[in-house]
Structure formats: C-alpha cells, structure tokens
C-alpha cells in the first residue's frame, strides 16, 4: 500500500505541478505584474483565477483533481507507515 500511495503522490505532485506552471504562464500573458505576484505572493495566483475564470477554469480543475490525487496517496502512504509501525510493536 506505501509503494501506491508513493506512486499517487508522485503522479498528482507532479500534475499540480504541470497545472501550476500553466496557470502561471497564463498570468504572466495577461500582464508581467500578474505574473510576478502569483509566482511570488502567496494566494495571488487563487485571486487571479477568481477574476479569469473563464480562461483558468480548466487548469485550475485539472489542478485540483491531480491535488486530490496526491493527497490520497500522501494518506494511503501515512496509513501504510502508521499500519507497519503498528504491525512491528513500535508505539507512536
């Protein structure tokens, strides 16, 4: 269960991250400070997609589903360490 819940992770970090680079890239087209402020401020990039939604929904929807993505498998790992510590005796 740890090796799929690594696979997950990796695979949705690595969507969200693709979607990301998109979304940034967008910003960085409708103006160099839109740009500059999502890569650099945190939670401006979430208010750019607010105000271009039209344009943004589809990375933002494709991010979010590849974030849910690594967060299961982020728990699917955490289960599988907490399960094997469990399994061998060792208390938390």
């Keep these: ?3 799929l819940g690594m696979i997950l992770s990796v695979v949705g970090g ?3 991250l693709i979607f990301t680079i998109q979304i940034l890239i967008m910003a960085f087209k409708t103006s160099i400070g839109w740009g500059l402020a999502s890569l650099l401020l ?9 105000k271009n939604w039209a344009a943004c929904k589809t990375p933002f929807m ?3 589903m590849s974030f849910a993505v690594a967060c299961i498998g ?4 955490f289960y599988a360490a907490i399960s094997s510590g469990m399994a061998t005796g060792v208390q938390p």
């Design 62 to 64: 494709r991010w979010l």
């Design 42 to 50: 945190p939670l401006v990039i979430f208010f750019y997609i607010a």
């Design 74 to 77: 982020w728990g699917l790992t």
């Design 14 to 16: 690595i969507g969200a």
């Design 1 to 3: 269960m740890a090796t």
